[in-house]
């Protein structure tokens, strides 16, 4: 036999070889492969068994290969509705929207969610075996406020799960001092401080001090505020829980403390800070002209008393009630315009003029408190510009309420006295020192000059 010969018979016994071991291998049983979808399934990775079996399909689902996890966000703008973003910005279909709408119900209402809440979506991307890429919703989450997030999962569910995750709420305390050398809001920058919270202090101090005329240069202040945190972010300020402000050398000291389940603030000796009147009906704004027994009136031309305090303010401001009353009249009368008149008991009344507009609800029998927004700065009646005229009323007088005294609220009651002063100790003692303070000093014509640092003394606690 020749060489050639030899050659093709190898070729064809390993021919015949390999077809025999085929057919052992597609005629003898498959476990993997005869096993019915519903039966004890073979253990491992469903992914790894959906990719290598062709007979095992997820009911419903294409063929996934591969699979990808992103986070897409969204922005609900000023008149659109949290459905309408769903479809729009996210690809949402009408089934999706409608299941975790359904979800949310019980939650809170989708329709008055704020303009400029982000939505965030967590969508899985899967490459089926056609090669096509599908994308699912599986987890939407929405920060409803600083304290809540709502998070709603299993979205391709008849049932989503939504729940609101409350945020783990702490706080601690920070402790400020500042100087009053250009401005009250400026002494609060300086002192890398939020200035709302300089507006917190001047509620407290609002029946001591008239912050619209009394700050003097070189007043100085300190207080210790609650910073609140949700998650270990901080989310803004709590209460002032102590302060002390220097006005023309005269030392005001604030408490804080719970009492009837309302906070309050009281001296050291535990006194009440609060007085029957506020010493102003602006929180801020500026004197233009004071309570006077002559005076010549811009617009008419003649001297004529100015039995009142004028309040030089933008058209809008908010006017507040400086006491507890009822609103015995709303209306325009006169030279007065659009005013207001509160009685506050037999012996007081109060009137505020020139008004722009009412607060809601403001109308003669309303009843108000102390603090209360009644009106807003205006120019009706006879006012070169927009200010607000206000009077106070002792029985059939005008007077001067810069001059006038009040008795303060209730104490601290004698068994509460022990536990007030504990912690009145403590709270003061967390108050930065006068000595880190430098003020300006002021030559003789007022002018500033050199610095030197505080030396006041720390309130005494008894």
């Known amino acids: 036999m020749s060489h050639k010969k030899k050659y093709l018979a190898v070729i064809a016994l390993g021919l015949i070889g390999i077809t025999l071991a085929l057919v052992s291998y597609f005629v003898s049983p498959n476990p993997e492969i005869d096993t019915p979808i519903g039966s004890n399934l073979p253990t491992g990775r469903p992914d790894e068994q959906l990719a290598t079996d062709p007979e095992v399909e997820a009911p419903g689902e294409a063929q996934i290969t591969e699979s990808t996890k992103y986070v897409r966000e969204a922005t609900i703008g000023r008149g659109a509705t949290f459905s309408h973003v769903?479809?729009?910005?996210?690809?949402?279909?009408?089934?999706?929207?409608?299941?975790?709408?359904?979800?949310?119900?019980?939650?809170?209402?989708?329709?008055?969610?704020?303009?400029?809440?982000?939505v965030k979506t967590t969508f899985v991307e899967s490459t089926d075996q056609a090669g096509e890429l599908v994308a699912e919703p599986v987890r939407v989450s929405m920060k409803i406020s600083d304290r809540k997030t709502l998070i709603v999962t299993n979205l391709n569910e008849e049932n989503p799960n939504a729940v609101i995750e409350e945020a783990v709420i702490t706080s601690s305390t920070r402790a400020y001092s500042g100087a009053v050398n250009h401005s009250l809001w400026a002494s609060a920058s300086s002192a890398g401080m939020d200035p709302a919270i300089i507006t917190s202090m001047a509620e407290i101090f609002a029946w001591q001090i008239d912050f619209n005329r009394e700050v003097r240069a070189n007043d100085r202040w300190r207080l210790v505020v609650e910073e609140v945190f949700a998650n270990g972010k901080s989310i803004g300020y709590g209460d002032i829980v102590s302060a002390e402000y220097v006005n023309a050398g005269i030392n005001y000291v604030a408490i804080k403390y719970e009492l009837d389940d309302r906070t309050q603030y009281f001296q050291p000796d535990g006194d009440s800070l609060k007085r029957m009147f506020l010493k102003s009906p602006l929180k801020f704004g500026r004197i233009t002209s004071g309570f006077q027994a002559q005076r010549f009136h811009p617009i008419l031309k003649v001297n004529k008393a100015h039995l009142g305090v004028d309040y030089g303010a933008p058209t809008g401001t908010p006017v507040m009630s400086v006491g507890d009353g009822v609103v015995s009249f709303a209306g325009t009368r006169g030279g007065s315009g659009k005013m207001i008149t509160v009685r506050h008991n037999a012996v007081y009344r109060t009137e505020y003029k020139h008004l722009s507009r009412y607060s809601e609800n403001i109308r003669p029998g309303a009843r108000v408190s102390m603090g209360q927004t009644i009106g807003y700065v205006g120019a009706t009646g006879l006012a070169t510009g927009p200010h607000l005229h206000f009077e106070f009323h002792e029985g059939s007088n005008v007077v001067d309420p810069q001059g006038m005294k009040f008795p303060t609220a209730d104490p601290v009651p004698a068994n509460l006295m022990a536990d007030f002063l504990a912690k009145a100790t403590s709270v003061v003692a967390q108050m930065p020192p006068w000595s880190a303070l430098v003020l300006t000093k002021q030559d003789d014509e007022g002018k500033p000059s050199v610095e030197a640092t505080t030396g006041l003394p720390e309130p005494v606690i008894r």
């Open 86 to 118: 769903l479809a729009t910005q996210l690809d949402f279909s009408s089934s999706q929207i409608h299941r975790l709408a359904e979800a949310v119900r019980p939650l809170m209402n989708v329709r008055k969610i704020d303009a400029g809440t982000k």
